[in-house]
C-alpha cells in the first residue's frame, strides 16, 4: 500500500519516525506510545507485555469491558492494525535478559514503559549491548519522566506504585 496520500501533510516537516520500535509495556503509557509510532508511520514494531487488562485500566486505555481478562498485547494488535493494515507488529510476553538474549532483531529505538524495576535493567543492559537507542517513560501518579536512562524512581527488586496512576492525560502526555 503506498502511503504518500495517508502521509502527505506530515511529508513538508522535519518528522522521520524509526523504521523499527520496541515498546516495553503496553498499559497507560506503552499503550499510547505504540499507537503514536503507528500513526506516524513506523513499518516494524514490536510490543512486550505479559499483563491482562484490568477494569481500573480502562480510565487510561481505549477498551471496553468485554476486554477485560485479555492480554494488552493482543488488544494492541487488534486496535492497531486496522489502522495500519502494513504494520509488521510482534508481540511478546514480559522481557526478561534470558527472552532478550534470543533477539536477534536489533530496533532503531526501545521505549521502556514498564513499572518493573528489574525489567527495566534486563532491557536497558540488553539496548546498551546491542547499540539500540534507549527511551523511559514512566508516570507514578504525580510525575512524569522521559530520559535514555533507568529511573530513580525505585532500588527495590520489583517497583511498585506509590499511586496508581489513573488519569489519562498525564499518561498520553508522557507518551507524546
Known sequence: MDNT???SR???LPIHPPPSAFVFGVGGIGFWVAFLLTMQGVEDLTVWDDDVLEDSNRARLPFTAEDVGQLKTDLTR???LPL????NLTTYGLATAELLG???FRPHV???C???SQAQKDIYAWCKKKGVRYIKAG???FSGTVTDQITGWDTTPVQAYTVVPSWIAPAIVVAA
Open 102 to 104: 534470543f533477539i536477534d
Open 114 to 116: 514498564t513499572d518493573n
Open 5 to 7: 496520500e495517508l502521509y
Open 139 to 141: 508516570y507514578d501518579g
Open 84 to 87: 495500519r493494515p502494513t504494520l
Open 10 to 12: 506530515q511529508a513538508q
Open 110 to 112: 526501545a521505549f521502556d
Open 78 to 80: 487488534k486496535f492497531l
